[in-house]
């Protein structure tokens, strides 16, 4: 049996516009979303932002009731054993809040250290090994009104392990870290996959899924749409290469033209510097570097690259619908 | 044990937490002075029965029921704000041992208001500060506290369902004050405003802080504070339960 099992899940929301004539709406954010992850698995959960990936794990530890559809967490359903589920689980939402702003990070943790049940003596012990674990030793007794958006990101890793949970939930963690700090976080999620903690980890980034998880999953509105290890993704879903082509002074349109081009399967548009790149995945069998040069409407060319696909190669295509 | 020591670290920590609120601040400067002046000024132009420490209680204790209003009402929507609620939800005790501790808190804060009243009341007002039964005003002054937490344990489960309680806050306030006989005595106020009052603990709480004051007997007030505080324990479990399922059905734990 998985460690964590989500069967169907689906998630409604409810909402209204208009003040006096008030109308309402439904939106499903998760349209019947089915995963399993092992023991000891790290398994990433991709997408797009407003793909369900939140939602999803707010149903996971017991934040959101699903509107239909079970889910359970080493056995235990996530609606009727609630409180079971809490304590054996740890989460950590990305971004700033959620931290006690006007209380220092070692306050902060000595409470939830309580809440989560964590016996009084070895509260201070294991405050002590997370903040060194996650490199506030030294800062733990200013106030985190006062903490870098890392440093905070950091108090939060160390107060969803606490209590030394066996699943740990990290909801984009690392995002708007600076990269050193992104990488450091990186770290930590590897040695706590390698102590043996099944990880559901969401993220933007490809390069992190990529390093990091065992398998991924790509959720687009609401409904998972590949899963498997980085590299069968990259295989099954990303055939054929990638051209790259600097441009510029794009034309308007041109992501469009290209798109309609025979053997292409995906196009997007990255900003580099001046120049714009056109990153056209095609089918194994295409050569269009030639088309999609003649679409170029005599915009100046830079460097024209090919290469096999990455995991982002493979979300562009998933999520952009093709 | 553990709900007990759960209770009492939930205590200091929010305190702490409070009393490190610039917004708190300005306020426990201020409001003490204004609820000063009014229960010196009421005394004046009232010429009724009573001393001017009875209404003075009064005023302080206007000070409490705002804390505990506001407070627990307040920092519930302020831990909404902050991203705090999502994570005081998801713990593995019952919910009721998260919030008790805060609305504890925040009446506890009140004391200060009714310290600081009373102080400014004697330094500008002349108000006078002896109290006949030293051994059952101190008594009366903790179990307000805690009945009146225990009412605001019911407030704070409103503001776990709903994002905008704020709403409901506003309203009480004045209401509570008038129908609590903090303001004017409710011999004053239509019958039908009798049963409500009783039903509140700040009446009981002020008319046992005013009994120890004037050498009458506060056990009864005291004892029906306790009673009602038992009684808002009742309610505010049930309801607590009730609305956290709710807002983890309709979604309303966050901000997003």
Redesign the interface.
């Known amino acids: 049996m998985a460690v964590v099992e989500a069967l169907d899940l689906h998630r409604t ?2 909402t209204s516009t208009g003040v006096l004539r008030r109308r309402w709406m439904d939106v499903e954010a998760v349209r019947g979303v089915s995963f399993g992850i092992e023991q000891g698995e790290l398994f990433g959960l991709l997408g797009p932002n407003g793909a369900g990936k939140t939602t999803t794990i ?1 149903m996971l ?5 699903p509107t239909k559809g079970t889910a359970s967490v080493l056995g235990f359903d996530v609606v009727k054993d609630a ?1 079971e589920v ?2 054996r689980i740890g ?1 950590v ?1 990305g ?1 700033e ?7 220092s990070g070692y ?1 902060n943790l ?3 250290a ?4 964590v016996p ?1 003596k070895e509260i201070r012990p294991r405050i002590d090994y997370l903040l060194e674990l996650v490199g506030l030793k030294g800062r733990e007794q200013e ?1 985190a009104e006062g903490y870098s958006r890392g440093m905070k990101q950091r108090l939060h890793i160390a ?1 969803g392990l606490l209590h030394d949970p066996p699943v740990v939930f990290l909801d984009e963690p690392t995002i708007g870290l600076d990269p050193i700090g992104a990488r450091e976080l990186r770290a930590t999620i590897a040695s706590l996959a390698e102590a043996g903690k099944t990880i559901l980890l969401t993220t933007h980034y490809m390069f992190e899924a990529d390093a990091l998880c065992d398998r991924i999953a790509v959720i687009n509105r609401g409904e998972i749409v590949a899963h498997g290890t980085p590299a069968d993704l990259k295989r099954d879903v990303a055939k054929g290469t990638v051209v790259e082509v600097e441009v510029f002074g794009l034309p308007d349109g041109t992501a469009d033209r290209v798109r309609a081009l025979s053997g292409v399967v995906s196009v997007s548009v990255e900003e580099r510097e001046q120049a714009q790149v056109l990153i056209v995945q095609t089918s194994s069998d295409a050569e269009p570097t030639h088309a999609i040069l003649s679409n170029l409407d005599g915009a100046n060319v830079g460097r024209i690259s090919r290469r096999e696909p990455t995991l982002e190669d493979v979300y562009v295509t998933l999520v952009s619908g093709e | 044990m553990r709900t007990l020591r759960l209770i009492w670290i939930g205590w200091k920590f929010h305190v702490k937490s409070l009393t490190l609120s610039s917004f708190f601040l300005l306020t426990s400067v201020l409001q003490p002075i204004i609820f000063a002046s009014i229960a010196y000024f009421m005394f004046r132009v009232g010429a009724r029965e009573g001393t001017l420490l009875y209404v003075a209680l009064g005023a302080g204790m206007m000070g409490i029921w705002s804390s505990t209003l506001f407070g627990s009402g307040g920092a519930i929507q302020w831990q909404r704000w902050q991203g705090t609620l999502e994570y005081c939800i998801a713990v593995p005790p019952p919910f009721l041992l998260v919030i008790l501790p805060l609305t504890l808190a925040t009446a506890t804060i009140g004391l200060y208001s009714l310290t600081a009243t009373l102080i400014w009341g004697r330094l500008f007002f002349d108000v006078p500060l002896e109290v006949a039964n030293p051994v059952a005003f101190v008594v009366a002054i903790p179990v307000t506290v805690v009945g009146l937490g225990l009412l605001g344990l019911i407030l704070a489960s409103t503001f776990i369902m709903y994002r905008n309680a704020n709403a409901l806050s506003n309203l009480l306030e004045y209401p509570v004050w008038l129908v609590t006989g903090l303001l004017v005595s409710l011999s004053l106020l239509p019958g039908w405003v009798g049963p409500i009052s009783w039903a509140l603990a700040p009446t009981w709480g002020v008319n046992a802080l005013r009994e120890a004051a004037i050498a009458g007997n506060p056990w009864p007030e005291i004892g029906m504070c306790l009673a009602l505080g038992a009684v808002y324990l009742v309610i505010g479990h049930f309801t607590l339960q009730q609305f956290e399922r709710l807002a983890r059905e309709r979604a309303t734990l966050s901000l997003t």
């Open positions: 929301y409810r707010k530890i017991t934040l959101l009731i409180r809490r304590r989460y939402f971004g809040r959620g931290v006690y702003e006007r209380l306050d000595r409470y939830f309580e809440l989560y049940g009084p106030r107060r």
